[in-house]
């Protein structure tokens, strides 16, 4: 069965600091997403990841996928308070199980 | 381009009750899934559909089904509903089953007293 995990579930972090925030998965995928979710909405879609080595930048966030080492990470550059939220990656094993499949989530806490 | 439309937005039902949540998806997709979000388990999985069919189901007892039409609106219902049954419950489009990304809607949140 696969399975996503993500790390860390909880982050603070000060305004102006560069973190990372982790997806691993258990099985052969080259396609995965990253959505955020702010409090009380939905998850809005910010990257899709369609091959290994791929790379895609908006603003402060930076993802990226290795699907060798079966992992994706979003990278956060000089953080504001408006990029506080819930990250998820979502793992898209639709042409093997059929599924996609988030991780637990990371919910981001930058304080100003 | 309209979104993915959720409702009822927020509904309040007591155990033992059903509730019926319906879902529009955007204009074009053709697939459906349902995803179940409390805090303690994330979001999981409840089903996919495709066309009017079922392509797949997560971990979910049978008092959990669901329906595609043939305009792609879908329906899911919870019979019989438990304390533990109290999410929200995640509607997302996208326009094949196979490929793309999803396209969710606001939820509908569901209270069990």
């Known amino acids: 069965e696969l399975k996503v995990e993500q790390n860390p579930l909880f982050l603070s972090m000060q305004e102006g600091k560069n973190y990372t925030i982790y997806c691993n998965y258990s099985?052969?995928?080259?396609?995965l997403y990253w959505y955020r979710q702010d409090p009380g909405k939905s998850l809005e879609s910010l990257f899709v990841?369609?091959?290994?080595?791929a790379v895609k930048q908006e603003g402060r966030l930076m993802a990226s996928l290795d699907t060798k080492a079966r992992l994706s990470t979003l990278h956060i550059t000089a953080a504001v308070h408006d990029l506080s939220a819930t990250y998820f990656c979502?793992?898209?094993?639709?042409?093997?199980?059929?599924?996609?499949?988030f991780g637990k989530g990371t919910r981001l806490h930058i304080l100003p | 381009k309209a979104g993915v439309t959720q409702t009822p937005r927020y509904l309040i039902k007591t155990r033992g009750q059903q509730v019926t949540l319906s879902c529009s998806p955007i204009?074009?997709?053709?697939?459906v899934s349902w995803y179940q979000q409390t805090p303690g388990q994330g979001l999981q999985f409840l089903f996919e559909?495709?066309?009017?069919?079922?392509?797949n189901k997560g971990n979910f007892p049978g008092r959990f089904s669901g329906r595609q039409f043939s305009n792609s609106r879908s329906e899911m219902n919870v019979s019989t509903l438990e304390l533990g049954d109290s999410a929200l419950y995640l509607c997302?489009?996208?326009?094949?089953?196979?490929?793309?990304?999803?396209?969710f809607g606001e939820g509908s949140r569901l209270t069990v007293l």
């Open positions: 204009s074009g997709h053709r697939s």
């Open positions: 997302a489009s996208s326009f094949t089953h196979n490929t793309g990304e999803l396209f």
């Open positions: 979502a793992v898209d094993s639709r042409d093997r199980d059929d599924k996609i499949i």
């Open positions: 990841l369609l091959s290994n080595g």
């Open positions: 099985t052969t995928s080259d396609r």
């Open positions: 559909y495709f066309s009017e069919t079922q392509r």
